[in-house]
Structure formats: C-alpha cells, structure tokens
C-alpha cells in the first residue's frame, strides 16, 4: 500500500460559474512523478438524501426532472445544506419542502462521494423516521411526484430505467442492511 | 406524473478547461416557469466501472489516489471510454490496465449517472468473469494497490471510511443481487 499522500505543489481556479469553480492542481507522487489534475470545487457544505420510512417496508421517493440528462428521474429527496445548517436540520427541511412530512428521528448513516477522482462533493445519507406532515415551500420549479417504494424491493428499484443515479441506489441498499441489522 | 418533458430554449457553453465544459440553459416547465439551469458537460461516450470476480466469491477492488478528496479511495477498476470503444472491450482494457487480468466474459450490467441534475455523465457498470492473465500499460502517475474483498461482507465494504464512492457501493450491491438471482 502507498502510505505516503502525494502532494499538491500548486492550485488556482482556472474557471468559473455561479454553481462550479474548476481547479488546476500539480500533484507529485511519493514515486516523483509529477502530473497536472483538474478538479471541480462545490459548495464545501456538500449535500443531504434522505431515506424517510413511511412505514418499516417502505420508503418515500420523488420523480425530479433532471437537466444533465433531460428527462425525469425516481429519486430519494436531496438537496444543498445550507449555511450553517446541521446535516439533520437540513435532511428535516428538504423533506418538509420535498415530501410534505417532518420527522421526529433523524439519522447521519454515511456520507458519500459521486466521483472523488475530481469533486470534493459530500452528500450525507440521512435516515429519516417516525414522520409527521408538515410543509415547506421549496424552490423547484414545479411541485414533485410523490411516490413510495417497497424496500423488499430495492433490486428491481436498481434496475429501473428512470433509477440511473449511483447515490439512490447506494443509499437504499445501505439502508436496508441497516434496518436488516436492526432487526 | 408531469408527463411533459420541461423544453430547453436556449443553451450555450459559458466555461471550459481541459477536462469540463459548463453549460448554461433556459428551460421552460410545463407549467410556464422559465428557470436558468447550469450543468456539466463530460465525455459523451460515457467510462465503464469493471467488478472483475476472482472467484464465485471475491471480487477484485484497487486503491486509488482521489484528488477530489486528497486521499486514497478503495474502489472498483474503472475509466473512460476511448472513440469508437465499445463498452465490454473499454472494461477489458481497464482490467488489464489496473488488476493485470483480462477476462473472458464481460456483461453489461447497468448504466448508472452520477447526479442527473447537473450531469450527463454515464458510468457503465460490466461484471467480468472467466479471468486470465494478461498486463496492459496504463496512464497511472503511480501504480495501483490491487486486493480483493468478500462479496458476502459488501454491507461492511459499503461502511468503509476509505469507500465513499456512490458508483461503488451501488454497483457491488446491483452485482450481488445478479448472482444470487443466477444461484
């Protein structure tokens, strides 16, 4: 195993838009090979998905139009934290503006990277149980479908043609051997 | 269920570097809202993730430099596709880069995104089976830690604090489900 953690000799933001930077970096390897990478920098708060438990055999989902493949995906709610805002604070409201419910018990399971080769990006997998309704507005510009989905059957889930997204599907297996444990 | 796909009324490239373009886009919703959307152009053809099984009951991982997250990451072999690769003989070649083995037999399990929302990026989940050796010369700056794992201690791969990696835990958990269906 390489012990020791290459190191950036040099970074600067070599472009930028209201929602990505893109950072240049050298990087030398404990071998002396020296190469350049690029990276994209995010919100350094990251993200949250919450897995609510409608009842123990089934979880809250939402149909979300998604514009990096322009068309509707079956997704876990999920959204940016906000500053300063607790992981379970921000888990509570997404559900709240996303699902319509608030939940009294709010777990931080595992937190999740979507390709740490060249983001930094967190999402932190939140389980959310014991709900109540209660809403929030959020800020999508249409209301979202509300759907449920058996956990007994997250394999038929993973295979869906609209489930394409790594991060639903890590989540719902996590959580399901969660639950299984607890059981 | 919105059924009306939003429409895209403008678009165009407002940033760019090596690896990323950032495009910038109008749409218009169903329901009338015009909302400004931002997302990230990658590689069209897309990169595969190869979970290579040396026996019945091992997979085969490599530990990675991640410079999105500044350490190493345990993963599955992966990388991008080349022009006119096809998917199966882009994970050959990646197995042979990364592990030293080629296998016999590669299925395309899956095609899985990794945040739809901003990304169009596809990763290409193959399971390869029927190994033998074979080494093929790779773009590594250092070479890479090749181990195994367990198929039946997934849920405890999945908890790892070195495997964060959304792409990973979905497609070990998707691979797993597809043996156990074939037993």
Redesign the interface.
Known sequence: ??DK??R?TASKI???????Q?E??E?T???G?E?E????KGSSRGGVLVVALKDPHTVYMV???????????LMFPKGRIETNEPVEEAANRELQEEIGFAARKLTHI??????????????HVVLAEDLYPAQLDGDE??PL?VTTWPIAEF?QL??QNDV????????A??IR?LLE?RD
Chains 1, 2 share one sequence.
Do not use: C, D, W
Not at 63 to 73: D, K, T
């Open positions: 195993m390489t953690l290459p950036i070599i472009a930028k838009s209201r929602l990505f893109i240049q970096m990087i390897f404990s071998n090979n190469v990478y690029e990276r994209l149909r979300e139009y998604s514009a990096g493949v322009e068309r509707y995906e595992k937190s999740m990277t979507l390709a740490p080769g060249y983001m930094g990006h967190l999402t510009p249409e479908q394999e993973a295979m394409t997204e790594a991060r639903t599907i890590a989540a297996f996590i051997s444990q």
